[in-house]
């Protein structure tokens, strides 16, 4: 399977930049640091400066598109996941509280990363003061995870030499693992909260039925 991967992407390594920067469109980490990691090897034709700017690309439009989608729609797209109410209120309140901050961190805190361009669109940030601090940490998380994860291959072929692909696969393993087990927590507390939801909403009809007994019979 390693060999099979690497020749694809010795064959098809064109194809790279533009994987990395749909994937970093949406979130991407993974794979930035993996491509990364690969390319201290020396066995793929991964230039780590383009690697940087095609995530940096992905990233910065990715969040710029979240960011206006969430100051013209927010409220009734956020309205739609009932069980993300408490990541909400606290992402709103750092916004409000730090706001240059938070634009500048916001891609390293796991669990907000999705979401807090819609949030910052909502808050009111001005749509420049977004577009520079997103500019700005857009460049310093696509260096940081691209060079990361070239300097973590190096380490890794210094201490586990030619293990360092296992090791690298392990790690993907229980980075999918965990991003699995949250995505199957998060489905079952969005269908308890759309059941609770029901069930409140047929209680307050049951109520009003029993208030208004003679209500819809005719005289």
């Not at 996941?81 to 992402?91: M, N, S």
Request: with cysteine.
């Amino acid at each position: 399977m390693e060999e099979l991967i690497l020749r694809l992407i010795a064959e098809y390594h064109y194809l790279t930049y533009p994987l990395v920067l749909v994937a970093t469109f949406v979130e991407g980490e993974t794979i930035v640091i993996l491509l990364g990691a690969a390319k201290s090897a020396g066995e793929l034709p991964i230039n780590v400066e383009l690697l940087a700017l095609a995530a940096f690309a992905g990233s910065f439009c990715g969040d710029q598109l979240y960011y206006l989608i969430g100051r013209r729609y927010g409220a009734p797209l956020l309205n739609r996941w009932p069980t993300l109410g408490h990541k909400i209120e606290w992402a709103f309140q750092l916004v409000k509280d730090h706001p240059t901050l938070f634009i500048l961190s916001f891609r390293f805190i796991y669990g907000v990363r999705n979401i807090s361009p819609f949030i910052i669109g909502m808050s009111g940030v001005s749509r420049l003061k977004f577009l520079v601090l997103n500019l700005i940490a857009a460049t310093v998380w696509a260096n940081a995870f691209a060079w990361g994860g070239y300097f973590i291959g190096r380490a890794l072929e210094t201490y586990v030499g030619e293990s360092k692909f296992l090791v690298l696969g392990g790690l993907v393993l229980i980075i999918l693992c965990f991003s699995l087990f949250n995505w199957i927590r998060q489905r079952r507390a969005a269908h308890a909260a759309r059941a609770a939801s029901a069930a409140s909403a047929a209680a307050s009809a049951a109520e009003a039925t029993s208030s208004h007994p003679d209500q819809g019979q005719p005289s």
